[in-house]
């Protein structure tokens, strides 16, 4: 299978393997019920997983479900990922290709967690990954290849001095105002985040021609989520109007969609091992503001 299909993590990367139908997950304990399955909320650490992604084949010697020491020596240890079509689109099947079957976890009838032969596909065959909790250690935005989507010109406020007098007049133009923003992180490739998971990081913002990272702009996100947040723009000058003249002054923005592409690097909490998330950051935004002062 692709990696475009389903994320297949590298070794050291922990995870949890979710039955579709079942939504139960497997469990790797010690005792006469070694390998048996558990009610997805029941969270144990005999539940995590992490792959050693083979090489070579070697014959093994009953296809029961079960497990075994002695390091991959048996080729029915070692397991093939059949992406999942249609309504399994991101799960996958487990497949032993050296006795042909396909691991399967159901609740309504024994054995519950065992296996059945590859040529026959079920709903209870299907399993996906449930990721350990990830640390976030940075987010690295590709600036260079940032775009602009839409940009629409937002007139933030306006005021007119009217001078009468044979004398120069002055008022103060003051502009306080809150424009409303959005962030989204969309997912492309590599590792796949849970949806709701929260973290912390600078988003992109345009000014001065080019894209840059906001770091004051380090709201809580939420992967998969939509995040609404203010900016406000204040300033106060003064104005002038000379005798018999009207002035004007206004201050504008552009209002507009953003879109640059980033690189998530996560590193898991159990073993330290690196990996990846590729996607695009995208967003509502303001920016080049302006003030024009004008007679009338």
Avoid at 136 to 160: C, E, F, N
Avoid at 266 to 279: A, D, N, Q, Y
């Amino acid at each position: 299978m692709s990696k475009e299909d389903i994320y297949i993590p590298p070794e050291g990367i922990y995870f949890r393997l979710l039955g579709y139908l079942s939504q139960h997950v497997i469990v790797s304990g010690v005792g006469p019920n070694e390998v048996h399955q558990a009610p997805v909320q029941n969270e144990a650490r005999n539940q995590y997983f992490t792959l050693i992604h083979g090489t070579g084949s070697r014959r093994g010697p009953r296809p029961n479900v079960g497990h075994v020491g002695g390091n991959g020596q048996h080729n029915n240890n070692w397991f093939e990922f059949e992406p999942g079509k249609g309504q399994y689109t991101k799960q996958f099947r487990l497949i032993t290709p050296s006795d042909g079957v396909a691991l399967v976890s159901r609740t309504h009838r024994a054995p519950y967690f065992w296996n059945h032969p590859r040529g026959d596909i079920y709903p209870d065959q299907h399993f996906c990954f449930l990721f350990e909790d990830m640390r976030i250690d940075r987010i690295d935005y590709d600036l260079d290849v940032g775009k602009i989507i839409s940009s629409t010109p937002l007139l933030l406020a306006s005021q007119t001095l009217t001078n009468n007098t044979n004398q120069e007049q002055e008022m103060s133009f003051s502009l306080n105002e809150t424009t409303s923003h959005t962030s989204t992180f969309e997912y492309s490739t590599g590792f796949t985040l849970a949806t709701g998971t929260e973290f912390k990081a600078g988003i992109p913002l345009f000014a001065e021609a080019k894209f840059t990272i906001d770091a004051s702009a380090t709201n809580q996100w939420t992967w998969g989520e939509q995040t609404s947040f203010s900016k406000s723009y204040t300033i106060t000058f003064p104005v002038r109007a000379g005798p018999n003249e009207t002035v004007r002054a206004i201050s504008t923005i552009n209002r507009g969609e953003l879109e640059v592409p980033f690189t998530m690097h996560l590193s898991s909490r159990i073993s330290g091992t690196k990996t990846e998330t590729k996607g695009v950051w995208r967003g509502l935004s303001t920016w080049d503001l302006r003030h024009t002062i004008s007679n009338e």
